[in-house]
């Protein structure tokens, strides 16, 4: 039997709901990853020092026995945060970044940023401290399907100018064109990539039905993009690394009338990651963009641990307890070739 043993690997971008949810999606992040950079974006959303230490707390005692998991926390950028807040989070050791959403981007987002200069201050700030930028690259107008390359060229662009010393990841990355402009900018600029992306393209949202387990935001692409995430993620380049994006929403919440975005890959995001790499032969280069990339980018130790895959053909649920509901985790029902052994 084949295996493939890495260093362990660590989430730069996951959504783990609150309170009863939390059991579900914090164990099964813990189950592949050490560290986990957690999203803000609750209801209401994480935009002060105490809230995030109180949602890190409700995080670490939703852990099982056995599973050991460092939850480091962002911030939700809104037009009225305080410089003063930025510099308190800069100096929090478990605090490492704070979240740009454009308001009513994407899930949760009515609160986020309504115009990019409101947050000059807060980016000069960010700046200053060595606190990271996080973005949802989109725009909220125009072609669903143009919307991160728009970002790009009305607002990232600027950005880079603006602040040449502010550290910033372009979060799940969608097109060529993000691919493009991450390569073509210092190395201030990284990107996270998720394993729908890697894996599917718009064709299994959108052909012969939609299929509201596919939807997220920003929404699955040609099949061109998908290939110029694989070459990217696999090509060893430190500006791009694991990020999941899992963000689990209850199956009434997705099949409704107006279904909620967000995939939920936390289940088998490790499996799901060594599967893209598998299908372009680049398994070799799948510990340096899981293991080594975000946490040198985040100038954060690497781990020490080690994960072990098995190549060893299994097939994922389709449906999954969540809280008092369940989930439809992503790909649900179908093979996948690679799985993480069991703990010795």
């Given at each position: 039997?084949?295996?493939?043993?890495?260093?362990?690997?660590?989430?730069?971008?996951?959504?783990?709901?609150?309170?009863?949810?939390?059991?579900?999606?914090?164990?099964?992040?813990?189950?592949?990853?050490?560290?986990?950079?957690?999203?803000?974006?609750?209801?209401?959303?994480?935009?002060?020092?105490?809230?995030?230490?109180?949602?890190?707390?409700?995080?670490?005692?939703?852990?099982?026995?056995?599973?050991?998991?460092?939850?480091?926390?962002?911030?939700?950028?809104?037009?009225?945060?305080?410089?003063?807040?930025?510099?308190?989070?800069?100096?929090?050791?478990?605090?490492?970044?704070?979240?740009?959403?454009?308001?009513?981007?994407?899930?949760?987002?009515?609160?986020?940023?309504?115009?990019?200069?409101?947050?000059?201050?807060?980016?000069?700030?960010?700046?200053?401290?060595?606190?990271?930028?996080?973005?949802?690259?989109?725009?909220?107008?125009?072609?669903?399907?143009?919307?991160?390359?728009?970002?790009?060229?009305?607002?990232?662009?600027?950005?880079?100018?603006?602040?040449?010393?502010?550290?910033?990841?372009?979060?799940?990355?969608?097109?060529?064109?993000?691919?493009?402009?991450?390569?073509?900018?210092?190395?201030?600029?990284?990107?996270?990539?998720?394993?729908?992306?890697?894996?599917?393209?718009?064709?299994?949202?959108?052909?012969?039905?939609?299929?509201?387990?596919?939807?997220?935001?920003?929404?699955?692409?040609r099949q061109c993009h998908q290939h110029a995430l694989l070459k990217a993620a696999s090509?060893?380049?430190?500006?791009?690394?694991?990020?999941?994006?899992?963000?689990?929403?209850?199956?009434?919440?997705?099949?409704?009338?107006?279904?909620?975005?967000?995939?939920?890959?936390a289940y088998s995001a490790l499996e799901f990651y060594a599967q893209a790499f598998a299908?372009?032969?680049?398994?070799?280069?799948?510990?340096?963009?899981?293991?080594?990339?975000?946490?040198?980018?985040?100038?954060?130790?690497?781990?020490?641990?080690?994960?072990?895959?098995?190549?060893?053909?299994?097939?994922?649920?389709?449906?999954?307890?969540?809280?008092?509901?369940?989930?439809?985790?992503?790909?649900?029902?179908?093979?996948?070739?690679?799985?993480?052994?069991?703990?010795?």
């Amino acid at each position: 039997m084949k295996t493939l043993t890495l260093t362990q690997p660590d989430d730069w971008h996951l959504h783990l709901r609150d309170g009863a949810l939390l059991s579900r999606s914090v164990n099964d992040s813990a189950r592949q990853f050490k560290r986990a950079l957690i999203m803000p974006n609750l209801c209401p959303p994480i935009t002060t020092i105490a809230a995030a230490e109180a949602y890190r707390q409700r995080i670490l005692a939703a852990l099982v026995p056995g599973n050991d998991f460092d939850p480091l926390m962002t911030l939700y950028l809104t037009d009225t945060m305080t410089v003063e807040t930025i510099q308190q989070a800069a100096a929090h050791p478990q605090i490492i970044a704070a979240k740009l959403y454009p308001a009513h981007a994407t899930t949760n987002s009515a609160a986020g940023v309504s115009d990019i200069k409101h947050i000059y201050p807060l980016l000069e700030a960010m700046q200053t401290h060595g606190l990271t930028l996080c973005i949802h690259g989109e725009v909220t107008h125009g072609d669903i399907f143009d919307r991160e390359k728009a970002f790009i060229d009305s607002t990232l662009t600027r950005l880079c100018q603006d602040f040449p010393r502010l550290r910033m990841v372009l979060e799940h990355i969608t097109t060529q064109d993000a691919v493009d402009f991450v390569c073509a900018q210092g190395p201030q600029l990284a990107a996270s990539i998720t394993p729908q992306h890697l894996l599917f393209h718009r064709n299994q949202l959108l052909a012969g039905g939609i299929k509201p387990h596919f939807y997220c935001l920003p929404v699955l692409k040609r099949q061109c993009h998908q290939h110029a995430l694989l070459k990217a993620a696999s090509s060893g380049n430190a500006k791009f690394f694991l990020g999941s994006d899992s963000a689990p929403h209850s199956l009434d919440a997705k099949q409704s009338a107006c279904g909620c975005a967000g995939t939920y890959s936390a289940y088998s995001a490790l499996e799901f990651y060594a599967q893209a790499f598998a299908s372009i032969d680049a398994l070799d280069k799948l510990e340096a963009f899981a293991s080594f990339h975000g946490a040198d980018f985040y100038r954060l130790p690497r781990n020490q641990g080690q994960t072990t895959l098995v190549e060893k053909p299994w097939q994922l649920p389709e449906i999954l307890p969540f809280g008092d509901t369940e989930v439809v985790p992503l790909a649900a029902g179908e093979p996948l070739t690679w799985q993480l052994a069991a703990k010795a």
